[in-house]
C-alpha cells in the first residue's frame, strides 16, 4: 500500500520526537516543563513507544496492508486502554495516529474495489463490536488491576434487586470463558443457604439468571433438589 499519510506522520513524529527530548531533559533536571504541567514517566514512555510504532512500520515510503493492520490494532489498543493502564493524554496521542493511518487505509481499501471495500467496512464493524465489549461491564473488570479476583467473583455473582445479572453471564459466554467454577460456586451457595426461596428466588438469584450461568437441565434439576431438601425440613419459604 501507497502510505499517502506517510508525510504527515513523520512529521508529527518528529515533533513529538523533539518535544519529548526536550521534556525529557526538562524532567531529568527539575520533574516539570517549561509551561509549568507535571508531566508523567507515563506520558514519556508513550511518546518514545509512539516513535518507536511508527518508525518501525515505515520503510522507504511504502507500508505493507499487514504491516499497516497491526500498527492499527496495536494504536487502537492504547487509545481505548485495551492495552492497559494510559494516560489521558497518553490516549489522545495514540489515538491522533490511529486515525490517520485508519483513514489512509480506509481510502486504498475504496480505490481496491468493491469487495475490497465491503471486506473492509466489515473489518471496522469486528473491531468496533470488539472495542466495545471489552470496554464495557463485565469485560473492563477483566482488565482492571484494581479488582481482586475474589471481588470480581462477587460483581459477577451480585444479587440486586434483580437476582443476578444474566447479560454479564451472557457476555462472558460469547467470549469463551468457562463458566463451570461460577456455576459451581451458585451451587454451593444455594446449598449453604439451605435451598431457601426468597420472593420466589432460589437462593436470592433469578430464574433467568441461573438457566444463563447453569443451564436449563441444570437449573431444572436444581430446583427439583431444592423441592425435595424444603420437603423433609431443610429450607423454608421465605418473603
Known amino acids: 500500500m501507497n502510505v499517502k499519510y506517510l508525510e504527515e506522520m513523520r512529521g508529527e513524529l518528529n515533533r513529538l520526537s523533539k ?16 509551561s509549568g504541567e507535571a508531566l508523567s514517566d507515563q506520558e514519556v514512555t508513550a511518546l518514545e513507544e509512539l516513535s518507536k510504532l ?7 515510503g511504502t507500508l505493507s496492508w499487514q504491516s499497516a493492520t497491526e500498527l492499527l490494532c496495536d494504536l487502537r489498543e492504547k487509545s481505548s486502554g485495551l492495552a492497559g493502564q494510559v494516560s489521558q493524554q497518553a490516549q489522545a496521542l495514540f489515538q491522533k495516529a490511529a486515525e490517520l493511518l485508519r483513514t489512509s487505509m480506509e481510502e486504498a481499501a475504496r480505490g481496491a474495489g468493491p469487495e475490497a471495500y465491503a471486506a473492509w467496512l466489515a473489518a471496522e464493524a469486528r473491531w468496533k463490536g470488539f472495542r ?13 488491576p484494581l479488582i481482586s479476583n475474589s471481588e470480581l467473583v462477587e460483581r459477577l455473582l451480585a444479587k440486586g434487586e434483580a437476582g443476578g445479572n444474566p447479560g454479564y453471564i451472557r457476555v462472558l459466554k460469547e467470549h469463551g470463558f468457562n463458566l463451570g467454577p461460577l456455576g459451581r460456586l451458585i451451587l454451593d451457595r444455594v446449598r449453604d443457604n439451605d435451598y431457601a426461596v426468597r420472593d420466589g428466588r432460589l437462593g436470592g438469584y433469578s430464574d433467568d439468571f441461573l438457566r444463563e450461568i447453569l443451564g436449563p437441565n441444570e437449573t431444572d434439576e436444581l430446583y427439583r433438589l431444592a423441592a425435595v431438601a424444603r420437603a423433609f425440613g431443610f429450607a423454608a419459604e421465605k418473603k
Open 19 to 34: 518535544r519529548n527530548q526536550h521534556l525529557t531533559v526538562e524532567i531529568n533536571q527539575n520533574h516539570r516543563l517549561v
Open 54 to 60: 511508527l518508525m518501525a512500520a515505515t520503510d522507504r
Open 132 to 144: 466495545d465489549a471489552w470496554t464495557s461491564e463485565p469485560l473492563s473488570w477483566l482488565r482492571n
